[in-house]
């Protein structure tokens, strides 16, 4: 059961404009974006209506369950690379004739292996755009409005927003988060981690101060969204006063190095049972590569605050980093031990690393090795080294395999060709996006003006690199 505010009925002559997340309900409902831009566009002379992946296979709308086919327009959302496999299915099963259009973090890293299936692609915020977005009648209208890329040759400044008062109202759901209003307090990263795209893409960050946020939400739970949340300068009081309104409030996570008894009291008073810190590596020279900043001592002190007040500690690592060999390995498990001998719950979640574009990391080969097959064949042992010996300390462990993390890293670095795989290709065939990066070359997404010198990232690669 959902509460829409926004629903609106068609009427002839409307512009019908279709938002397709190519992926479960559960997680397009929990995306603040996708709120955003629905109730826009249902505020305009425009009708707006959703398809989710799981809501009939994604070919008709949730709210009149009208075929996408009848839409004018289609704007889809693309959070994850394995998404592509489905927006493809969606459009072909579909017949939809329109303009298909497409946004999302993954557009503004490299949108070139989906050139073949959209018209447009938005490279940026799309808040201030819509309006005109909506309103174009052709591609040749829509190439004209900045942050759009039709695949002509020339390079594309991201567009971004400032940002406004936050929505005083949502649709309300059952979402990734359950049932809560979602609360967006800022965009962007204030940190540097190597690894990360955030702080790119997203750049410059931007807070909502307190009082653009609403003073109260209909909902008893509100989920606190930003890359990082506790970063925002008035963390503590925007928490305090939705706590002291009765709500339970949940941030997506926080920093270690920001907790202290003050805020682990507060997050408990919000109801918080399980802390999620991400230190990413337990190696203190894994912590200089990536630049995360988050030591052994930030996450016993996080654990030791924890131990008083939460059920549950959640540790996510990384493994496949550059310079990473099996002590640094072993390092996660003898540091979720030492969590583990403060708190009754621990659970490690590991990821390999996948080095994304505009990342100072971009020309890493997956993996971390030199030699592609060496470098898999070691995250493969490290992967499994990971699940038995957290089983065998009482750890839980949530470790990912290696494939879908190289499937992804050869769909956000591949050229237009790697759409093969999006067809039925094996991955394999592609297994150059996965190997080192001559610097020197143009990379498919050097198009992109995200507004950093491609020459600051390479400085820093080359940093890591040195100390190797
Ligand atoms: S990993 Fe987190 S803290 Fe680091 S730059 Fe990205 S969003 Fe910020």
């Excluded at 230190?279 to 900043?293: C, F, M, R, W, Y």
Aim: hydrophobic residues 35%; aromatic residues 10%; neutral net charge.
């Amino acid at each position: 059961m959902e509460f829409n505010p926004f629903a609106k009925k068609y009427r002839r002559g409307m512009k019908r404009v279709a938002l397709v997340y190519p992926n479960r309900y559960v997680g397009g409902i929990a995306n603040t974006g996708l709120q955003y831009i629905y109730a826009k566009i249902n505020e305009i002379d425009a009708v707006c209506e959703r398809f989710y992946s799981d809501v009939f296979e994604g070919l008709r709308s949730v709210e009149s369950a009208t075929p996408l086919s009848e839409f004018d327009v289609a704007f889809f959302s693309l959070q994850y690379e394995a998404d592509y496999f489905k927006a493809v299915e969606i459009l072909k099963k579909s017949g939809f004739r329109g303009i298909k259009i497409a946004g999302g973090p993954c557009v503004m890293e490299n949108p070139l292996p989906l050139l073949d299936y959209f018209d447009a692609f938005f490279i940026g915020e799309v808040e201030g755009k819509l309006e005109e977005i909506v309103s174009a009648k052709s591609v040749d209208e829509l190439s004209e409005i900045p942050g759009i890329f039709t695949g002509k040759e020339g390079n594309v400044k991201r567009v971004y927003s400032k940002l406004g008062k936050h929505m005083e109202r949502e649709i309300i759901s059952e979402g990734a988060y359950g049932r809560c209003f979602l609360l967006e307090i800022g965009r962007g990263c204030v940190r540097r981690c190597r690894f990360c795209i955030v702080r790119q893409i997203y750049f410059p960050p931007r807070w909502r101060r307190k009082e653009m946020l609403p003073e109260d939400v209909e909902t008893g739970k509100i989920a606190i969204i930003a890359p990082s949340p506790s970063d925002h300068p008035e963390f503590r009081e925007i928490l305090q006063h939705y706590v002291e309104k009765g709500k339970e409030v949940s941030p997506s996570s926080v920093r270690a190095d920001t907790l202290n008894e003050e805020l682990s009291e507060l997050l408990k008073k919000a109801g918080v049972s399980t802390l999620t810190i991400a230190p990413e590596t337990a190696s203190s020279e894994l912590q200089d590569v990536i630049n995360k900043g988050i030591g052994e001592e930030d996450v016993l002190n996080a654990a030791e605050l924890a131990s008083k007040r939460f059920e549950k500690v959640k540790l996510y690592y990384m493994v496949g980093l550059p310079g990473e060999d099996f002590e640094d390995v072993k390092a996660i498990i003898e540091q979720a031990s030492r969590v583990k001998k403060l708190v009754r719950r621990v659970e490690i979640s590991v990821n390999p690393l996948v080095p994304k574009p505009h990342t100072p990391l971009q020309w890493m080969p997956f993996g971390g090795k030199e030699n592609l097959k060496e470098g898999i064949a070691e995250l493969k042992k490290k992967l499994g080294f990971l699940k038995n010996e957290a089983r065998k300390v009482g750890i839980e462990a949530n470790v990912s395999g290696y494939k879908e993390f190289a499937l992804q890293t050869i769909l956000s670095r591949g050229d237009r060709e790697v759409s093969q795989i999006l067809e039925g290709a094996n991955y394999r065939k592609f297994e150059r996006y996965l190997e080192a990066i001559d610097v020197d070359s143009t990379l498919p997404w050097d198009f992109i003006d995200h507004g950093y010198k491609k020459s600051t990232l390479l400085k820093e690669y080359e940093k890591i690199t040195k100390t190797l």
